[in-house]
Nanobody, 122 residues
Framework: QVQLVESGGGLVQAGGSLRVSCAAS????????MGWFRQAPGKEREFVAT????????YYADSVKGRFTISRDTAKNTVYLQMNSLKPEDTAVYYC???????????????WGQGTQVTVSS
């Protein structure tokens, strides 16, 4: 069972930047895509961004387009989410996810990390 481990969350002021990372425990894990989701208190989990592992093609939620960038480093087995121009409404637990196969963009993910808290103060 592959494990996904997020890191890099924290507290930042509105307008600031933060980068979160996610590493997979199994380098041989076959992944079609990896993505980021977030869940704010009292709200449902929502999609943020996804990247196709082989090609680096990306797809974003409208709410973060132009502010967030997802990328992957295949040598480090890691996916990143660079978050710029952060807003208080970006405050949430951010989860990394992976799927071994599927269509594009993925509609389901099979593996999830434990989450990392991102808090944006106003």
């Amino acid at each position: 069972q592959v494990q996904l481990v997020e890191s890099g969350g924290g507290l930042v002021q509105a307008g600031g930047s933060l980068r979160v990372s996610c590493a997979a425990s199994d380098r041989t894990f076959n992944r079609y895509a990896m993505g980021w989701f977030r869940q704010a208190p009292g709200k449902e989990r929502e999609f943020v961004a996804t990247v196709r592992w082989s090609s680096g093609v990306t797809y974003y939620a409208d709410s973060v387009k132009g502010r967030f960038t997802i990328s992957r480093d295949t040598a480090k087995n890691t996916v990143y989410l660079q978050m710029n121009s952060l807003k208080p409404e970006d405050t949430a637990v951010y989860y990394c996810a992976a799927v071994p196969y599927g269509s594009w963009p993925p509609t389901r993910y099979d593996y999830w990390g434990q989450g990392t808290q991102v808090t944006v103060s106003s």
